[in-house]
T-cell receptor, first 117, second 111 residues
Framework: GAVVSQHPSWVICKSGTSVKIECRSL??????MFWYRQFPKQSLMLMAT?????????EQGVEKDKFLINHASLTLSTLTVTSAHPEDSSFYIC?????????????FGNGTRLTVT | KQEVTQIPAALSVPEGENLVLNCSFT??????LQWFRQDPGKGLTSLLL?????REQTSGRLNASLDKSSGRSTLYIAASQPGDSATYLC??????????FGTGTSLTVIP
């Protein structure tokens, strides 16, 4: 089945530094990937839609200059949290829909636990 | 804006019981509805995908139904097992190509 790999699975960084999270579709091409943030015991909050070869579409309230998204190929999207602060600590999850088809399920990475100290 | 609600928020049942999880959505303009399972600290695993033109999907002990006109879906789990303990999320894909998630139902199956 379709696999989405997310790396790293957890990261601890100091306040003010930047962290890059990778999301790869291992056995399918994904023209569109989605980035979510999840707080404890809450559902997923869509941050942005990542489009291969073009700019990401950010949800209202998400700072595009803080959460940089790059979708350079059909199998890789990256999320960079710039100048991280403790309030950015959260669980970040990416997903991709195989073939971009509405008939295909959404596949998720295993998430990245970010802790900013 | 689409709103997705899941009831109950938490559920605890003894092993072997059949159970139903509920999902409701406010806008019927959807492409599909998907049920996921999330284990603590992990990503989401897709369980079932129901296209907007379909009424139900089955996979093993799981059966999901969809009534698009009333904005409802149910996930039926037969003969529950302790390994079924997890948070179950439903999500709809709107015709605007966005995904909207419910807040989840935390299921505990007691051995």
């Amino acid at each position: 089945g379709a696999v989405v790999s997310q790396h790293p699975s957890w990261v601890i960084c100091k306040s003010g530094t930047s962290v890059k999270i990778e999301c790869r579709s291992l056995d399918f091409q994904a023209t569109t990937m989605f980035w979510y943030r999840q707080f404890p015991k809450q559902s997923l909050m869509l941050m942005a839609t990542s489009n291969e070869g073009s700019k990401a579409t950010y949800e209202q309230g998400v700072e595009k200059d803080k959460f940089l998204i790059n979708h350079a190929s059909l199998t890789l999207s990256t999320l960079t949290v710039t100048s991280a602060h403790p309030e950015d600590s959260s669980f970040y999850i990416c997903s991709a829909q195989q073939g971009g088809s509405y008939n295909s399920p959404l596949h998720f990475g295993n998430g990245t636990r970010l802790t900013v100290t | 804006k689409q709103e997705v609600t899941q009831i109950p928020a938490a559920l605890s049942v003894p092993e072997g019981e059949n159970l139903v999880l509920n999902c409701s959505f406010t806008d019927s303009a959807i492409y599909n509805l998907q049920w996921f399972r999330q284990d603590p600290g992990k990503g989401l695993t897709s369980l079932l995908l129901i296209q907007s033109s379909q009424r139900e999907q089955t996979s093993g002990r799981l059966n999901a139904s969809l009534d698009k006109s009333s904005g409802r879906s149910t996930l039926y789990i037969a003969a529950s097992q302790p390994g079924d303990s997890a948070t179950y999320l439903c999500a709809v894909q709107s015709t605007g190509n966005q995904f909207y998630f419910g807040t989840g139902t935390s299921l505990t199956v007691i051995p």
